[in-house]
T-cell receptor
Framework: DAGITQSPRHKVTETGTPVTLRCHQT?????MYWYRQDPGHGLRLIHY???????DKGEVSDGYSVSRSKTEDFLLTLESATSSQTSVYFC?????????????FGPGTRLTVL | DQQVKQNSPSLSVQEGRISILNCDYT??????FLWYKKYPAEGPTFLIS???IKDKNEDGRFTVFLNKSAKHLSLHIVPSQPGDSAVYFC?????????????WGLGTSLAVNP
């Protein structure tokens, strides 16, 4: 399994505050993803990156921004957190070396916005 | 519009028996299918996959069957073990511009009873 860590693992914040979640990988995978998981919605893609400084939007990108200044780090920022962004956030990576589409997931960050 | 559907939110089986998890899809352009397993408070982990050019792939106790004409795939676990109790996600992959897009089902919670 790819070495993927997420920090923090749990966070409680207030509406309107900025929040940054970090994903760190040690496998030198080119592709990185941010998902959110909510009951009744499964996994939904927020943003993804296909290289350093190369990012694109997913299906639920409103209210989120991302940055990737190094291969190993992918940051997800909520500029002004809202209660609707209470969720579990997963980071994933994909080597995309072989045509397998296999993604490797981090342990998740549980975010509560009060 | 749910392109990947797991119509059974939950499934309960006895240890040693077969578990069959089902997944239906609507997009005929999907060319790769994957199953992931997720334990509570952990990220999803890759379990098994199948290319659209095949109809069966087997890995130990896990077998995935693909019926393209019916747009249906299933995951068989034989024999089922208590450690298999988890949420199982079906995912399908398709070309999206110059990237690949992974579409997720909502998951099926499997309980294997001793």
């Amino acid at each position: 399994d790819a070495g993927i860590t997420q920090s923090p693992r749990h966070k409680v914040t207030e509406t309107g505050t900025p929040v940054t979640l970090r994903c760190h990988q040690t496998e030198n995978h080119r592709y990185m993803y941010w998902y959110r998981q909510d009951p009744g919605h499964g996994l939904r893609l927020i943003h993804y990156s296909y290289g350093v400084k190369d990012t694109d939007k997913g299906e639920v990108s409103d209210g989120y921004s991302v940055s990737r200044s190094k291969t190993e780090d992918f940051l997800l920022t909520l500029e002004s957190a809202t209660s609707s962004q209470t969720s579990v956030y997963f980071c994933a990576t994909d080597a995309r070396g072989a045509y397998t589409d296999t993604q490797y997931f981090g342990p998740g960050t549980r975010l509560t916005v009060l | 519009d749910q392109q990947v559907k797991q119509n059974s939110p939950s499934l309960s089986v006895q240890e040693g028996r077969i578990s069959i998890l089902n997944c239906d899809y609507t997009n005929s352009m999907f060319d790769y299918f994957l199953w992931y397993k997720k334990y509570p408070a952990e990220g999803p982990t890759f379990l098994i996959s199948i290319s659209s050019i095949k109809d069966k792939n087997e890995d130990g106790r896990f077998t995935v069957f693909l019926n393209k004409s019916a747009k249906h795939l299933s995951l068989h676990i034989v024999p089922s073990q208590p450690g298999d109790s988890a949420v199982y996600f079906c995912a399908a992959s398709v070309n999206a511009g110059n990237n690949r897009k992974l579409i997720w089902g909502l998951g099926t919670s499997l309980a294997v009873n001793p």
